[in-house]
């Protein structure tokens, strides 16, 4: 190489490393925003609903997925935006991008309308008008119901967990569902419940971030025996709707088999740490608990599929 030309090389190559880190931490940021461990999710608990009306994986099911997963980066984007104040009292959430001051307030509300703007786009042309207005009433519920009631009382969780429900009937619409049928209504029951366990989980492992930054908390109004108890006989009801489903919705007895397998385990382990160590492992029921839903959304597409 030309030894004139090298110091110019390699602050080209520096230009360019410093450009793919920069671009490597918006995204980082964009992606945080959007809280894309709970947006997944949502996706496909759309599948969900999707394949247990159509039997099937349809040309148009990356346009249900992105379009949805993109409502919901929405919704989280919003809830950052909303939030940002309260997160920045909590040690938990002081590093989220706008109280940390990785991305400024209307930085942040350039990507939520961006997220909302594709998603709705994609599902308002891709879709049926039913699929687009569930898609608004999830976000409207996360970020208008759940997100200001969490400031008024500690029992928010329960209208919030319509956030839960919602999904699946996305993806039933899609695929040409009608809205009184047993199979999604038990499917959407199961998805509503289970939200309040796994709320009162976390609200035992954080619920002093949340008073500390001036939420009222179930920890002011019960004790943490309490809550626990609380949180059993939520999952109890969890476990009962998750029979449920496997004995009216599944058709493939290898699905069945699994799913009560799995469910009759976790009703044990929880149920031997009442009873007999008279405590449940919070962290252990937490990641239990969403096996249980992460288990659900599998069996019920392989089912619905094969």
């Keep these: 190489m030309n030894r004139a ?3 110019n090389y390699q602050g080209t190559q520096r230009i360019s490393s410093m450009t793919k880190t920069n671009l490597s931490a918006w995204i980082k940021i964009i992606l945080e925003l959007g809280k894309v461990r709970i947006s997944l999710p949502i996706a496909l608990s759309a599948l969900v609903g999707y394949t247990l ?3 099937m994986l349809g040309d148009e099911v990356w346009s249900l997925l992105f379009g949805v997963f993109l409502m919901s980066c929405s919704s989280g984007a919003i ?9 920045a009292l909590m040690p938990r959430t002081k590093n989220r991008p706008i109280p940390s001051g990785k991305i400024s307030l209307k930085g942040a509300i350039g990507v939520a309308f961006a997220f909302f703007a594709y998603g709705s786009f994609i599902l308002l042309f891709s879709f049926p008008p039913i699929v687009f207005l569930t898609s608004f009433l999830t976000l409207l519920s996360y970020n208008l119901i759940y997100t200001p009631l969490k400031k008024v009382t500690a029992f928010a969780v329960v ?5 839960g429900a919602l999904p699946p009937f996305i993806g039933w619409f899609a695929g040409g569902g009608q809205l009184f049928d047993v199979h999604i209504l038990w499917v959407s029951l199961f998805f509503f419940i289970g939200q309040i366990p796994h709320f009162w989980l976390l609200l035992l492992m954080f619920g002093k ?3 500390l930054a001036g939420y009222p908390s179930l920890n002011t109004v019960f ?3 309490q809550i626990k108890r609380l949180s059993y006989t939520w999952i109890l009801a969890t476990v009962a709707t998750a029979f449920i489903v496997a004995l009216t919705v599944l058709q493939g007895s290898v699905t069945m088999f ?4 799995y469910t009759f385990y976790l009703l044990f382990s929880l149920t031997v740490g009442i009873l007999v160590k008279k ?10 608990l969403n096996f249980l839903y992460l288990l659900m959304m599998i069996l019920l597409i392989v089912d619905s599929l094969y």
């Design 79 to 87: 809830n950052h935006i909303q939030e940002y104040k309260t997160d």
């Design 223 to 225: 004790n943490d025996n």
């Design 258 to 261: 699994f799913l009560l397998v």
């Design 279 to 288: 405590d449940i492992p919070i962290r252990a029921s937490f990641l239990k």
């Design 159 to 163: 209208p919030g967990s319509l956030v």
């Design 53 to 55: 009306k159509t039997g």
């Design 5 to 7: 030309l090298a110091p």
């Design 209 to 211: 971030e949340y008073t």
